[in-house]
């Protein structure tokens, strides 16, 4: 009995649904998020495949494309594998078969390719109708069982045929090749390792289910990738990265010396980092040359044939070449990061991040679970051959009646399961046995297949009946494995290695500028430039009409010049950036971002164990270290913060254990240094108190030489009573002494520079 406004299947007569958007929307994307996660980008952590994968295996299965057979084009394959299990389009099932071939992106390929299946450099393969295809050995042995009930089949996309749900898994083929993939929300990234070390650190894992990550990394030393590479990480942070499943190894390209001759030299680097496409590395290689940002590095060109040979020239036989790659190491994909993440589908098609020992022992369980249905399924073949099996020896130890029955019976398979005691099965087999065999040597043959399947059945029995004997036929299995793919074959040699990184204590960008000797000036109206050479005369140096020097700093090239700004921010320039001196220079404001509204206030060459007082115009102020203030952006690093009306007004060297503090109302205090406390950020604390105005001027001095100050005629007078004016910091201060200066300066520019 249905609604009358509904259908029998409890949809409404006109076809429409109400459903809110917001859950209409959220239940379609939530649909669609876990498809992308168990359909397309995360692999099983049980054969290490995505369905892609699977089914193009599985289909090659099917054309019995084994090793041992001839191969067969890739639109074959192709288009099997998208009429009968994966619904997408072709080129996306063809470049994963290309990935599965390339040995360069697998470390053990599933599928031997014949034909163009593109190159290291990043060339794309021919067309599928051009290139051919067979599995491997590791693909086989993906597969090996699956006609034994080893795994689950579920229907294909059309329900006309079946697919695995995942393989055998033969081979441990998620840690061996790897995987990589982007899902909605979460991403997976797993390099491949060596096939022996990872049988090793299984078959550990059986003896001593309990093991550590640590232990475990006795075995498994790292990723070895398809194409090489050094790996410069310790093993703590390689440690780190199997106990959370997450991390990264930074990979360095292998390279050599080759001398030339007469003291001339030439580096070959003879592999890259994993996934880095060769062609792309040299051009990265020629644009740091020709922008000049390796100028120690004269030429690159590619000699590669079958083997990488890339050959770097440097500029001068006396350019040391650790210096010389350690440097395109920081700048070039000579070293590059690959990064592990192992998210991946468990037993119960769950996405989870996993770490080592988890990972290694989810294969062992699939691997037990596997040999268990096997095992079964065997033991139930058996159990049918025996059956047929005895009632032929029944029948050959009543043959006279037999054929009697036979012969003269109406009903001879009932007369035969009553007089025997037979099953149905082994009356049909009896009726249908040959005359021919109905000799004395097939009697003999019976019982011998008889009494070996017996034995058989009991060990298979006794397997099922005992873990410790699963897991010693699995160890034997992992064994076996290892063997094929040890050390000692060629494709089982380990092809990545491990160093640490050289410790060499140099700053290349520095390295790489010329040094000169320079004089920087900036003007009043904000106009830098570097002249050349140390400026004796400051007098002979120009400006634009109305324009005059603000700060003038001889330094290096290869120094570091650092602006303190009225709005609290310290901005770091390098000499060797700053337009030359022929002209009036370039604005500041275009190399930092210095609003129109602030000024620059203190211009000084970089010392990074000087100690500086910065101070605001409303008397706040602290202690900082110069090492501390340097900025790495246009933006600057904002040290002082002011507020309102206030701004950045001083910054001055500290020299002293005493600080002196003037404000506008011409009130002098003098209190210690340690007063001040140190600070990185901050508005710092209170120097002078004030009624009206604020500070008009700090310095430092020691006790030793005593307070001095600088008169309007440029005298310099010193303060023979300074003592009165000491006092506690934040206090109001003494009338300045007779002939200071009337704008409140110690100095007529006390500007730091």
């Known amino acids: 009995m249905t609604d009358d406004t509904t259908t029998e299947g409890g949809l409404p007569e006109d076809g429409v649904i109400e459903e809110h958007i917001d859950d209409a929307l959220s239940s379609r994307y939530l649909a669609y998020a876990l498809s992308t996660i168990t359909q397309r980008a995360l692999p099983d952590v049980r054969d290490g495949l995505k369905p892609v994968h699977r089914r193009i295996l599985y289909a090659m299965r099917q054309l019995k494309l084994n090793p041992e057979t001839a191969h067969k084009k890739s639109a074959r394959i192709v288009g099997d594998v998208m009429g009968q299990y994966h619904p997408h389009g072709d080129a996306s099932i063809y470049d994963a078969l290309v990935k599965l071939s390339q040995s360069f992106s697998s470390r053990y390929p599933l599928v031997d390719g014949q034909g163009n299946f593109g190159n290291i450099d990043g060339d794309s393969p021919a067309a599928m109708r051009y290139t051919e295809a067979k599995m491997t050995a590791a693909g086989v042995a993906l597969l090996e069982g699956l006609e034994e009930d080893a795994v689950d089949f579920t229907l294909t996309y059309n329900e006309e045929d079946e697919e695995p749900v995942v393989l055998p898994a033969g081979f441990p083929n998620l840690l061996a090749n790897g995987s990589t993939g982007i899902a909605v929300g979460m991403a997976t990234s797993i390099p491949p390792h060596n096939v022996a070390e990872v049988c090793s650190a299984a078959l550990h894992l059986i003896k001593t289910p309990n093991a550590r990550i640590s232990t ?35 990979v360095r390209s292998r390279w050599h010396k080759e001398d030339l001759g007469r003291g001339m030299y030439q580096i070959v680097v003879t592999e890259v980092p994993y996934q880095v496409q060769k062609s792309r590395l040299i051009e990265k290689l020629a644009e740091v040359i020709e922008t000049k940002k390796a100028p120690w590095l004269e030429d690159v060109r590619d000699e590669s044939a079958e083997d990488i040979r890339i050959i770097l020239e440097p500029k001068s036989k006396n350019i040391d070449p650790e210096l010389l790659m350690e440097s395109l190491f920081k700048i070039t994909d000579l070293e590059s990061r690959t990064s592990l993440n192992m998210n991946v589908l468990d037993a119960t098609r769950t996405p989870r991040v996993m770490d ?112 410790k004997k699963q897991w010693d036929k699995i160890a034997e299995q992992v064994k076996d494995v290892r063997e094929a793919y040890g050390p000692k074959t060629e494709i089982g040699k380990r092809r990545t290695t491990f160093s640490e990184a050289p410790e060499i204590d140099i700053d290349f960008a520095q390295a790489f500028i010329q040094k000169e000797p320079v004089t920087v000036v900036l003007s009043e109206k904000g106009w830098i430039r570097a002249m050349k050479g140390h400026v004796s005369d400051t007098s002979t140096i120009k400006f634009k009409d109305g324009d005059s020097a603000a700060f003038i700093v001889p330094c290096q090239t290869t120094d570091k010049i650092i602006l303190f700004a009225s709005n609290g921010k310290f901005y770091t320039i390098g000499a060797d950036k700053l337009p030359g001196g022929r002209g009036n220079g370039e604005p500041i404001r275009l190399m930092i971002d210095l609003e129109n509204d602030h000024t620059p206030i203190g211009l000084f060459l970089h010392d990074p164990e000087r100690k500086l007082l910065i101070a605001s115009s409303d008397g706040y102020g602290f202690r900082v270290n110069e090492s501390d203030v340097v900025a790495s952006t246009k933006g600057g690093r904002k040290t002082l913060n002011v507020k309102g009306d206030a701004e950045a007004v001083r910054c001055v060297e500290i020299t002293g254990e005493k600080i002196a503090a003037i404000g506008e109302n011409r009130k002098i205090l003098v209190f210690n240094v340690d007063e001040l406390p140190e600070m990185t950020r901050g508005k710092g604390v209170r120097l002078q108190k004030y009624k009206d105005g604020g500070l008009a001027d700090v310095t430092t001095f020691t006790a030793l030489e005593g307070l001095s100050f600088v008169d309007s005629s440029g005298r310099t007078n010193s303060v023979s009573d300074w003592n009165i004016l000491e006092g506690k910091r934040a206090g109001a201060g003494r009338m300045a002494p007779r002939g200071f200066s009337r704008q409140g300066l110690f100095a007529p520019d006390k500007r730091l520079k």
């Open 216 to 250: 475990l990394m006795d075995y498994i030393q790292g990723p070895d990738l398809p194409t090489g590479g050094i790996i410069v990480d310790s093993k703590e942070s390689i440690l780190e990265a199997y106990k959370t499943g997450k991390g990264g190894f930074k």
């Open 356 to 467: 080592l020992k988890e990972v290694i022992q989810a294969f062992l369980d699939h691997r037990r679970v596997v040999l268990q249905r096997r095992s079964r399924q065997r033991l139930g073949k058996i159990e049918d051959r025996m059956e047929v099996l005895d009632g032929y020896r029944i029948a050959f130890l009543n043959l006279d009646e037999v054929i009697r029955i036979i012969r003269f019976e109406d009903k001879p398979k009932e007369e035969l399961m009553r007089a025997f005691k037979l099953t149905e099965r082994q009356a049909d087999a009896i009726l249908n046995m040959r005359l021919r065999a109905l000799n004395k040597l097939q009697e003999i043959e019976i019982k011998t297949e008889f009494d070996k399947l017996a034995a058989e059945k009991a060990e298979i029995e006794g397997l099922l009946g005992s873990e």
